[in-house]
């Protein structure tokens, strides 16, 4: 996987958070500010903006742009995370031109640890923790059945999504939805939902 096919997922997550942003925004409508949609768009617009303009020559490059450009574009907690996420990923890649699923699946664990790092959730508290967590362990389990790229990439994706879904019974525990307690309950965290589109978006830019 090399900066092209990074930048593929890129291109791939805008589309996805485009035609997605209105979704997003009613599930935060029910627990949240409801603007998660509509900040996500903005910020993925300008993410795509950014690397037009900057054209990074590795992996690694373009994720810490990529990170960066979220923290400065997104508003509220989604920024910060999401960018700190990204430009954990690409710190991990280093210099590398190419990136094996091995080392795709050290990134993904040190952007998880990130995102605990900045938020203080853990699985289970109704956040984007609930679908980060359980992709980063499938697509460790892949590595280590050997699947290829695609495969891997492809249970990774699964696992996010349902993580997400796992989180419509919770009662929120962190954030805003917090506040809400048992009301909370019965609704679909918008932070996991985003995430499991992101690894939606890795699926289909190793589809390509």
Same mark, same amino acid.
């Given at each position: 996987?090399?900066?092209? *096919?990074?930048? @593929? ?6 589309? =996805? ?16 500010? =409801? ?14 903006? /950014? ?14 742009? &990529? ?18 996420? *990204?430009?954990?990923?690409g710190?991990? *890649? ?20 990130? &995102?605990?790092?900045?938020? /203080?959730a @853990? !699985?289970?508290? %109704? ?10 362990r499938?697509?460790? +389990?892949? &590595?280590?059945?050997g699947l %290829?790229a !695609? ?5 990774t994706? =699964?696992?996010? !999504? +349902?993580? @997400? ?5 919770? +009662? /929120?525990? %962190?954030?805003?939805?917090?506040y ?24 289909? =830019? /190793?589809s390509?």
């Amino acid at each position: 996987m090399n900066t092209d *096919f990074f930048a @593929a997922w890129i291109d791939e997550i805008a589309a =996805a958070v485009r035609a997605r942003r209105d979704h997003l925004t009613q599930l935060d409508a029910a627990i949240g500010d =409801a603007d998660h949609g509509a900040n996500l768009d903005r910020g993925f617009t300008a993410v795509r903006e /950014a690397l037009a303009g900057a054209s990074p020559h590795t992996p690694g490059a373009l994720l810490v742009l &990529v990170g960066s450009t979220l923290i400065r574009k997104v508003g509220g907690a989604s920024g910060p995370l999401y960018g700190t996420a *990204f430009r954990e990923m690409g710190k991990a *890649f280093g210099e590398a031109a190419e990136v094996s699923p091995a080392e795709l699946s050290t990134a993904l664990d040190a952007a998880l640890s990130g &995102v605990r790092r900045l938020g /203080a959730a @853990a !699985e289970g508290d %109704k956040t984007m923790v609930d679908a980060l967590a359980p992709a980063a362990r499938a697509l460790a +389990q892949a &590595v280590r059945d050997g699947l %290829k790229a !695609e495969e891997a990439l492809e249970a990774t994706a =699964a696992a996010a !999504e +349902q993580g @997400a879904e796992a989180t419509i019974p919770l +009662q /929120a525990r %962190k954030g805003r939805a917090s506040y809400l307690g048992p009301r909370s309950i019965g609704h679909e965290d918008p932070g996991a939902a985003s995430t499991a589109l992101l690894f939606g978006a890795l699926r289909a =830019a /190793a589809s390509r």
